[in-house]
């Protein structure tokens, strides 16, 4: 273990949180998209994007693939850096639960190499990804329990109360 990891909840939109990093619930374009991405390429302005397109015409030239996890400067928001990750599209015929976690073991990899003591997550693949909120609380509580980190609070930021409601049954199990 590399140290202990605090699991904090809060009601409310990702882009107003003060963190060292931002998780943004991306697809795998990179180039911004509905929901969070949204919000977070509205509010922190034009940099993230730049630098977005700059991971495409490199590294990323297909895109970032589903379940993994790269960071940009955060631009105009409160925090040093957003940590983009993709998460999967929710599937009824096959379990795709695997890639979800991977979403925040990967999120907090990168976070550990940057030296990010405080994440902010949003409830990825919830929104226009459609997967069901319990069950998504379910595998990014227990990912980020089971994920040895040196990052110190693990903050879900959730949008609505039904969400946060989801992610505090989640945290009075077994905690
Ligand atoms: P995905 O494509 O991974 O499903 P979305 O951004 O569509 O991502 O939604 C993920 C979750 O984030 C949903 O529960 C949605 O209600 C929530 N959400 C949307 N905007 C914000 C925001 N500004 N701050 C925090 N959560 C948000």
Same mark, same amino acid.
């Given at each position: @273990?590399?140290?202990?990891?605090?699991?904090? %909840?809060?009601? $409310?939109?990702?882009?107003?949180?003060? =963190?060292?990093?931002?998780?943004?619930?991306?697809?795998?374009?990179? %180039? $911004?998209?509905?929901?969070?991405? &949204?919000?977070?390429?509205?509010? &922190?302005?034009? =940099?993230?994007?730049?630098?977005?397109?700059?991971?495409?015409?490199?590294?990323?030239?297909? &895109?970032? *693939?589903?379940?993994?996890?790269?960071? +940009?400067?955060? $631009?105009? %928001?409160?925090?040093?850096?957003?940590?983009?990750?993709? $998460? *999967?599209?929710?599937?009824?015929?096959?379990?795709?639960?695997? #890639?979800?976690?991977?979403?925040?073991?990967?999120? %907090?990899?990168?976070?550990?190499? #940057?030296? =990010?003591?405080?994440? !902010?997550?949003? =409830?990825?693949?919830?929104?226009?990804?459609?997967? *069901? @909120?319990?069950?998504? !609380?379910?595998?990014?509580?227990? +990912?980020?329990?089971? +994920?040895?980190?040196?990052?110190?609070?693990?903050?879900?930021?959730?949008?609505?109360?039904?969400?946060?409601?989801?992610?505090? !049954?989640?945290?009075?199990? &077994?905690?």
């Amino acid at each position: @273990m590399t140290g202990m990891t605090t699991i904090t %909840l809060v009601q $409310g939109d990702i882009t107003r949180q003060s =963190a060292d990093a931002i998780v943004n619930a991306a697809n795998s374009s990179l %180039l $911004g998209g509905g929901g969070v991405d &949204g919000a977070i390429h509205r509010r &922190g302005g034009p =940099a993230i994007l730049e630098e977005c397109r700059r991971l495409r015409a490199s590294k990323y030239g297909k &895109g970032l *693939p589903t379940g993994q996890a790269v960071a +940009t400067t955060a $631009g105009d %928001l409160d925090a040093r850096w957003v940590i983009h990750t993709v $998460g *999967p599209v929710h599937s009824t015929t096959e379990d795709r639960s695997a #890639l979800l976690a991977s979403c925040y073991r990967e999120s %907090l990899r990168v976070a550990d190499e #940057l030296g =990010a003591r405080t994440v !902010a997550f949003p =409830a990825i693949s919830t929104g226009v990804y459609r997967w *069901p @909120m319990d069950d998504a !609380a379910r595998i990014a509580v227990e +990912t980020v329990r089971a +994920t040895d980190t040196a990052v110190e609070e693990v903050r879900f930021v959730l949008f609505d109360e039904r969400a946060y409601h989801a992610f505090a !049954a989640q945290l009075e199990d &077994g905690s």
